[in-house]
C-alpha cells in the first residue's frame, strides 16, 4: 500500500458544504461531537471518502468478525435548515509529525473536491479539573471572524490553549489558511481526565448557532448520564486522598 490511498466510495451534489472535523483527542470531545452529528443526520448522510494511509497504527477494526483496516471516512451531509456538511471522523490520528501533514492536505483536498472553502475542527481544551460549566474557546485563521464567532457565545483567551493547538485540528487551521480556506477551531473545555459528553454537546451547540441546523441530544445526554459515576468517583478520590492533577504539558491540546 502506498503511503496515502483515497477510496471514492460515493459522489454526492452539496451547496456551499463546511468540512467539520472530529478525531481523538483531549476528551474525545471532537470525535463524540462528530459521530453524534452522524447518529442524528444518517438519514441525510452518504460516505464519500475512506483514506488509508501507512501513518496509522498497524491494525484492523473487527465488526461481527469482519476485518476493515484503519481509515478515516468523510460524510457528506445535505442539511434542509443550514449548510451543508463533510463529516470527518476516524479512530486514530496519524503517528509522525509528516503523516499529520499528509492527511491534512488529503483531509483538505478532499473538501476541495465538494466545494468547500470552510473549515471547523471540534476538540477539547483541557483544565485539570473538574468543571460544572463548558466554555467553548476559539481560534480562527483570520481576524475578521473573531466577532461572527464571539456572537455565538465562543471565547478568545490570550495564549490559550497553552502549547497550541497541535495534530491534525491545528494543522486544518494553519495548512488551511494557506489554501484560502476559512477555518476555525472550536475546543470545548474539559478536565482531560475523562471521555467528556457534556463538552462534546457544548461545542455543538455552539456549531449549531454559527452554521443554522438543529439536533437532538437525547443519546449523548445518556451517554453523560454514564459519565457522571465516574466523575463521582473522581471527585471522591480528590476528596478522602487526593490526586495527581496533570501539568500543562501533560494536558496540552491534540485534537
Known amino acids: 500500500m502506498d503511503q496515502l490511498e483515497v477510496d471514492a466510495v460515493a459522489e454526492a451534489e452539496l451547496d456551499d458544504p463546511v468540512l467539520v472535523e ?11 461531537a462528530v459521530d453524534h452529528l452522524l447518529e442524528e443526520l444518517a438519514g441525510e448522510s452518504t460516505l464519500v471518502r475512506r483514506i488509508y494511509s501507512r501513518e496509522f497504527p498497524p491494525q484492523v477494526s473487527v465488526e461481527d468478525g469482519v476485518s476493515e483496516l484503519t481509515c478515516t471516512e468523510i460524510h457528506a451531509v445535505s442539511v434542509e435548515d443550514g449548510r451543508d456538511l463533510l463529516l470527518l471522523t476516524g479512530d486514530h490520528q496519524a503517528q509522525s509529525n509528516e503523516g499529520h501533514y499528509v492527511l491534512t492536505d488529503a483531509f483538505l483536498d478532499v473538501a476541495e473536491e465538494f466545494g468547500a472553502n470552510e473549515v471547523f475542527a471540534l476538540g477539547g481544551v483541557p483544565t485539570g479539573e473538574l468543571i460544572d460549566e463548558y466554555a467553548v474557546v476559539g481560534a480562527v485563521s483570520d481576524e475578521s471572524m473573531c466577532d461572527e464567532f464571539e456572537d455565538a457565545g465562543v471565547e478568545f483567551r490570550e495564549d490559550e490553549p497553552a502549547g497550541g493547538i497541535v495534530g491534525v485540528s491545528g494543522l486544518l487551521l494553519g495548512l488551511g489558511d494557506r ?8 475546543m470545548g473545555e474539559t478536565s482531560g481526565y475523562i471521555v467528556d459528553p457534556k463538552s462534546a454537546r457544548a461545542v455543538l451547540e455552539t456549531l449549531e448557532e454559527l452554521l443554522g441546523f438543529e439536533l437532538e441530544y437525547e443519546s449523548l445526554d445518556e451517554r453523560a448520564e454514564e459519565m457522571e459515576e465516574v466523575v463521582g468517583k473522581i471527585q471522591e478520590m480528590e476528596q478522602q486522598q487526593g490526586m495527581d492533577v496533570p501539568t500543562d504539558d501533560d494536558l496540552r491540546y491534540i485534537g
Open 22 to 32: 472530529g478525531l481523538p483527542g483531549v476528551g474525545h470531545v471532537g470525535k463524540l
Open 179 to 186: 489554501r484560502g480556506f476559512d477555518a476555525a477551531c472550536l
